[in-house]
């Protein structure tokens, strides 16, 4: 299991930080295990919020999903998780237009 050998890896570096590179298998660490954070700027209910941007777990915006228009309503469409270690995945938002039947 990919958490496992995190919590692991993420052990055996913080025993051994003075040994080279200690510190950025570290950080590469919390950037793997870093949280997505979709911004409103109110709660769900009959007066919704609306989209803010997409941030980082330090609060800084980043550019994640699709946007992607199916008839009069708009989607934010991200990844899959499963899929987040294969490097074309966190490419940068993009505008797509689909018709009602999800075509291209």
């Known amino acids: 299991m990919k958490s496992d050998y995190h919590k692991e890896l ?6 051994q930080r003075h040994a080279p590179f200690a510190n950025d298998v570290i950080r590469l660490l919390d950037a793997l295990e870093a949280k997505i954070h979709i911004v409103f700027d109110g709660p769900p ?3 919704a ?18 946007w992607v228009q199916r008839g009069d309503y708009w ?4 990844p899959d998780a499963e899929k987040l270690d294969e490097p074309d995945e966190m490419e940068a938002t993009r505008m797509v237009d689909v018709d009602e039947n999800g075509e291209t």
Not at 10 to 15: K, N, P, Y
């Open 10 to 15: 993420r052990s055996l570096a913080e025993q």
């Open 45 to 47: 209910g009959p007066e």
């Open 49 to 66: 919020g609306r989209f803010v941007e997409v941030e980082d777990s330090d609060g800084r915006s980043i550019c994640y999903g699709d």
């Open 75 to 78: 989607h934010l469409v991200l």
